[in-house]
């Protein structure tokens, strides 16, 4: 019998190994979802498309190969964007497959009709639409391919209703397609790299900066060997925590702002100079830093680089080893300046100043005293040199203060807002991790070893970024996903806006004449307000999971141990001080007003 459409694509996707997909489905890419099964691959499905693009990107991230995200056409590609953009922004691979109205009814106003290719083609590396059935195999696999060689990022395949359903007209032409490799790893060239060996030889205060892009390259065990041969200091970007260990004595994080200012030659690996980097700009940065960028992707050499010919372009597998030989015996003096020492000053003042935070004694909790407990209690279960919990964090100060409290020792176990600073990618990143990690073909590996160890996720959320994806709780209940999830509920965006409930119903109630017309009294809840003390543990207890209220530290302590050997879904809902006093900004946008760019240096 001549297969369908929908088996052909199915059997494409076995043949390229895809183990899992994520997604929504609908008539007609249903029968692509069922087909899949039976040929068993997994599908997650989700409650929204957003959530399931953002877990089919975090996917691609932790197992260094392109998640697949299969939504139905029209509104679920609208929703889906939102997994593009966050693809393309993190280089994240990705291949979003999508339904469409039939063919031959392009232009009528067929049901959910939208010219997706279109409209993703200049977001995207790839948008095809597969002109007959005997052309799926093909344009899948090198849709797969594109998005996942060289800077990764999004692919997309539009497939027709009529396609989806309809069959061959002769089993023969079925065509068999072989897994895709790994891509190449290219090597810088020599001239170069000796120009740029001789520079950081030079250095009086060198600094490796080690970002995300290191960790999707499994690049751990090179970078390792670099910076400890050459005992150069270095800092990781929020997502490129555990290249090296954050224990580890080179590490700057804790002195980051005196690193950035004294750093003279500036290795950066895998990292891009954008705002998270405060774009290699004065004051925030030595004026005089040169920087030498290493990066897979042509494009990306030389931006916000004051020293543009200073780049390597190749695979940091290759290039970060080529340093390392280019550098030969030679090692980091600290001697050489007043570098090593400032920084250690700078580490045991700010190590000092959030030991004080996290000891406040207040109540309601403030961030630093909650996420410290909830670390020291995570810590006695599971030390960081296990590698055995996944991070996911998300929502302004919660992201940013959890930083630097949940250490790790090795790669690809702490997920972020990324590049976007992107809220709601939360509970989808959460999933990613569970079933890269834990799933039935556990595509991840990251810790002490070769062998996949089990790992518990952890997803530490702001009240505000929880609301975007929270129902995928119970998509995590359903597919009996143990992960542990802590809502840090102030009672608003950044902060809140009442200490009491009574504060928060006045100002409800001013806000609701006033929408009614029945007061002209000015006040009310702010933009920023959300509901006073929302019970979010009860939704983990309405999905057949478990939940807990916690005010006080004694009893986070509790919750946090019992969540973590729970074998459920948890949502633990903390109760924070609302800060309704405290000024509204994002950490990493604290930045000096606009300075004049730097004049390029020379070799």
């Known amino acids: 019998m001549a297969p369908t459409g929908a088996q052909v694509i199915a059997r494409s996707l076995r043949d390229l190994g895809v183990t899992v997909l994520f997604g929504i489905v609908g008539i007609p890419v249903v029968e692509i979802a069922e087909e899949a ?41 609208l929703h889906a964007m939102a997994g593009i953009g ?58 797969y391919r594109r998005s996942w060689y060289g800077r990764p990022g999004p692919g997309f395949v539009d497939l027709p209703a009529d396609i989806i359903q309809g069959s061959m007209e002769d089993a023969e032409d079925m065509q068999d397609i072989a897994m895709v490799p790994r891509g190449p790893e290219p090597g810088a060239e ?53 290249v090296m260990a954050d224990s580890h004595p080179l590490n700057t994080a804790s002195a980051r702002s005196t690193a950035l200012k004294e750093a003279d030659v500036v290795l950066v690996l895998g990292a ?59 090692h980091y003096d600290p001697s050489t300046s007043l570098y090593s020492s400032h920084l250690l000053l700078a580490k045991t003042k700010n190590l000092e100043a959030a030991a004080k935070k996290a000891s406040q004694h207040t109540l309601p909790m403030t961030y630093a005293r909650a996420l410290s407990t909830i670390e020291t209690v995570l810590h006695r279960l599971s030390p960081p040199e296990e590698a055995g919990i996944v991070y996911v964090s998300e929502g302004a100060n919660t992201m940013d203060i959890s930083r630097s409290i949940f250490p790790v020792a090795y790669p690809r176990l702490r997920l972020d807002a990324g590049t976007h600073a992107t809220m709601g990618v939360g509970m989808g990143y959460a999933i990613a991790a569970h079933e890269a990690y834990n799933g039935p073909t556990a595509e991840a590996a ?19 970024a929880f609301g975007f994806s929270a129902m995928e709780a119970e998509t995590m209940s359903r597919y009996g996903m143990d992960i542990l999830v802590f809502v840090m509920n102030n009672g608003g965006v950044y902060h809140g806006d009442s200490d009491s409930a009574e504060e928060w119903l006045k100002l409800q109630k001013v806000t609701t004449q006033q929408s009614l017309g029945q007061s002209a009294e000015s006040g009310g809840l702010r933009s920023t307000s959300l509901g ?54 994002f950490g990493w946008q604290a930045s000096a007003s606009q300075s004049k760019k730097k004049s390029p240096s020379k070799l």
């Open 37 to 77: 099964i039976n040929l068993g691959i997994r599908f997650i499905a989700f409650r929204n498309e957003q959530a399931a693009g953002y877990a089919a990107s975090a996917y691609g991230y932790l197992t260094g190969k392109p998640g697949v995200c299969l939504v139905v056409g029209g509104p679920g590609v």
């Open 86 to 143: 966050n693809s393309s922004i993190n280089a994240f691979p990705l291949l979003l497959l999508a339904g469409s109205s039939e063919t031959h009814l392009v232009h009528r106003g067929a049901f959910q009709e939208l010219d997706a290719v279109s409209l993703l083609a200049p977001h995207t590396k790839l948008a095809l639409r597969p002109p007959s059935i005997e052309s799926i195999p093909t344009l899948l696999r090198d849709c």
């Open 190 to 242: 020599e001239t170069t790299l000796f120009k740029i060996a001789q520079l950081i030889k030079t250095a009086k205060a060198p600094l490796v900066v080690i970002g995300k892009g290191a960790a999707y390259a499994q690049a751990e065990a090179a970078i390792r060997l670099l910076v400890e041969r050459a005992q150069l200091p270095f800092l990781p970007t929020p997502m490129g925590k555990g």
């Open 272 to 330: 891009r100079l954008n705002w998270i980097l405060h774009f290699g700009d004065a004051p925030k940065w030595n004026p005089s830093a040169q920087f030498i960028q290493v990066d897979i992707s042509a494009e990306t050499l030389g931006q916000n680089n004051p020293t543009p010919q200073l780049t390597l372009l190749g695979d940091l597998r290759t290039v970060v080893p080529q340093i390392t030989a280019a550098l030969g015996s030679w």
């Open 446 to 464: 990251s810790g002490p070893s070769e062998t996949p160890r089990r790992k518990k996720v952890v997803a530490l959320e702001g009240d505000s």
């Open 532 to 585: 006073f003390e929302v019970g979010y543990e009860k939704l983990a207890e309405a999905c057949g999971g478990t939940g807990f209220l916690v005010s006080t530290p004694e009893e986070l302590a509790r919750a946090t141990e019992a969540g973590f050997k729970d074998h459920r879904v948890c949502i633990v809902n903390v109760i924070i001080e609302a800060g309704k006093k405290g000024k509204l900004e």
